[in-house]
């Protein structure tokens, strides 16, 4: 998050014929036959170059920015969705249920990474012009909206059957009998109860969310150049594993490091909450 | 097996039938309102001139409403006449001829990850809090925080390409060679099963511990059948349900799509392949069938999971539409 603070140079900027002091020696960046440094270990180019002599430390950082916003935003963008969705559900049964119900499985039936690599490839040429709308095509906004659209089923479901407990409670009819109109009922009776729900499914819906950005970015339908994410970073370091490994296996392992501590972040919360419940994660 | 079960089974063909054409339609609507260029002006190639794009235009129906279009592009897709755009080939054709390739990854890989998931499962559940237990509930973690491409990558590059010790990648036909078929699928097959045996073994694990406590196998115990026998005829035999549920509903999505980063790491050549190549040349009718496929695969099981669940329970038939 603090990327700019720390970094000597820009996740963009290239350093392709510059040279650096390793072991008292001055070394290129990118050497005759265009492979990258390795790890210096030192504060320029600590963990080496890539295939550009652009700073892997400092796109690591940069691009973690991108993957850990991405992650949260969509996150975010999932709950208020699933929650609007699962409480009108809920709350309305019925038609309105019935409705929902079948909308979620359309969105159950898509193909995930069909959709998202085929609604990244196509945005990402053209950009999106909604009305007075426009969102550029390399813009980050893109991956965010497919990805929480994608999960919102995952939310809406369990929502929905909380809601329809929690509206024949005591406290939903004492507020109806005092004259409260629906719509205060649903925000200010019934969806403080399902805080315990949505804190439970935070941590692993940002852990998939992560997780599908960057497929998304490796198919090449995430995240777009000259932008940089873990998941575009791995698919760079794949490229050329043969002849620089580093390139793929630091983002990646720092993805792994990352998620592996929010799933057991997401444990503890659900140990402590909902002792009971079972969650699913599922790419 | 009722009249009511007969009734249940209906509604959710048809159900599935809806959501399909759903599906069918807003990819289609999304294909043509974003702007991918003009498939005409592409097919015509380098040099265009204004007759030959027309003449393309009239012969594919692009100047039609986009109604009509969708309805063509349907009924082609349903009797096999579906032409790419791009590479002019029939997209019918392309998805068989990459589909066993996909069902050899994903059957096998859903062997792997079943046989491992209950034996880690079951080992963690007798073993419970032991060192050991806990060892495997870490790795369980850290399996399900890979992400796929990343370890079939790593895997590839080292065991593949450093060590020698299997195939980087491609595919062998089985009848060419049964040995050489087997041994280039086994990393594709591990690489994609990590994960489910990562969240499979635990949820076994945890239902076994539970069945452990219920009075049926504290009885069984009592009459003194072998430890062995309790736990496979009576603890094993209940735990399996959920499992088995979850592989319906993840075996589908795998053959839907989910299995297009391993296919791509290791080039299978298997239908998510294909996918993966029709979209980034905005191929419609390619994109049409693939999604299609895929969608009709999740679907499809989807709709047996549940209806095996109604069979096995019939309150779920009275309450209609079960939620998830």
């Given amino acids: 998050m603090w990327a700019n603070e720390v970094a000597h140079t820009t996740p963009e900027a290239n350093h392709l014929t510059d040279k650096i002091e390793v072991d008292g020696r001055p070394t290129d960046v990118i050497d005759e036959l265009g492979k990258p440094i390795g790890p210096t270990w030192s504060s320029r180019f600590f963990l080496g170059a890539d295939g550009n002599g652009r700073d892997i430390m400092v796109r690591l950082l940069y691009g973690g920015r991108n993957s850990l916003l991405i992650g949260l935003l969509a996150s975010l963008g999932t709950i208020v969705l699933g929650l609007l969705i699962g409480l009108l559900a809920g709350y309305y049964r ?28 196509a945005l990402a040429v053209g950009g999106l012009e909604l009305g007075p709308l426009t969102i550029e095509g390399d813009s980050l906004t893109i991956p965010i909206l497919i990805i929480a659209i994608v999960y919102i089923p995952y939310l809406a479901r369990p929502v929905r059957g909380r809601v329809l407990a929690l509206r024949e409670r005591e406290f939903v009819e004492a507020a109806r009998a005092q004259g409260m109109g629906s719509a205060r009922i649903v925000f200010s009776e019934i969806m403080p109860n399902l805080l315990s729900t949505v804190a439970v499914m935070l941590p692993l819906l940002v852990v998939n969310a992560i997780l599908l950005e960057a497929a998304l970015s490796f198919l090449g339908a995430g995240v777009q150049a000259p932008n940089a994410s873990w998941g575009t970073m791995i698919a760079e370091g794949v490229e050329r594993i043969i002849s620089a490994p580093h390139l793929a296996i630091v983002p990646g392992a ?30 | 097996m009722g009249s009511g079960m007969a009734r249940f089974v209906v509604r959710r063909l048809v159900s599935m039938a809806l959501v399909l054409f759903a599906v069918s339609a807003i990819v289609f609507a999304i294909f043509n309102v974003i702007p991918g260029g003009d498939p005409a002006v592409r097919m015509a190639g380098k040099i265009p001139t204004e007759t030959q794009v027309e003449a393309i235009r009239e012969e594919w129906g692009f100047d039609e409403p986009v109604y009509v279009q969708y309805a063509k592009t349907m009924e082609k897709l349903f009797s096999g006449d579906l032409i790419s755009y791009y590479t002019q080939l ?68 080292y065991l593949g390409t450093e060590l020698g010790l299997f195939p980087s990648g491609g595919y062998v036909e089985f009848l060419d060679s049964p040995s050489e078929w087997l041994w280039h699928l086994v990393l594709p097959w591990f690489t994609l099963a990590v994960l489910f045996i990562g969240i499979y073994s635990r949820v076994l694990r945890a239902d076994v511990i539970e069945t452990m406590g219920e009075d049926y196998v504290r009885a069984a115990r009592a009459k003194g059948l072998s430890e062995r026998r309790v736990m496979v005829r009576h603890v094993l035999r209940n735990s399996l349900i959920p499992i088995v549920t979850l592989w319906g509903l993840d075996f589908g999505a795998v053959l839907g799509g989910g299995a297009i980063l391993t296919e791509q790491v290791f080039s299978l050549q298997g239908v998510g392949q294909y996918a993966a190549d029709a979209i980034g040349q905005s191929d419609v009718p390619a994109v049409m069938g693939v999604v299609m496929y895929g969608a009709f695969f999740i679907v499809v099981f989807n709709a047996l999971v549940d209806i095996a669940y109604a069979a096995l329970d019939p309150r779920i038939r009275l309450e209609g539409r079960a939620g998830k």
């Fill in chain 2, 90 to 157: 029939n997209v019918t054709d392309e998805i068989l001829n990459g589909a066993p390739r996909t069902f050899a990854l994903a059957i096998g890989a859903s062997i792997v990850w079943m046989a491992f998931a209950i034996a880690l499962g079951l080992y963690g559940a007798i073993r419970q809090g032991a060192m050991s237990d806990r060892l495997l509930n870490a790795l369980a973690l850290v399996g399900i925080s890979m992400p796929v491409f990343w370890l079939g990558a790593m895997l590839s590059h």
């Fill in chain 1, 254 to 283: 720092m993805l792994v490091a990352t998620v592996l501590s929010l799933a057991v972040f997401g444990e503890g919360v659900r140990k402590v909450l909902d002792p009971k419940a079972e969650v699913r994660i599922e790419h």
């Fill in chain 1, 94 to 121: 019925g038609r309105v249920d019935a409705f929902v119900g079948w909308l979620l499985d359309v969105i159950w039936a898509f193909p995930v990474i069909l959709l998202g690599v085929a609604l990244g490839t």
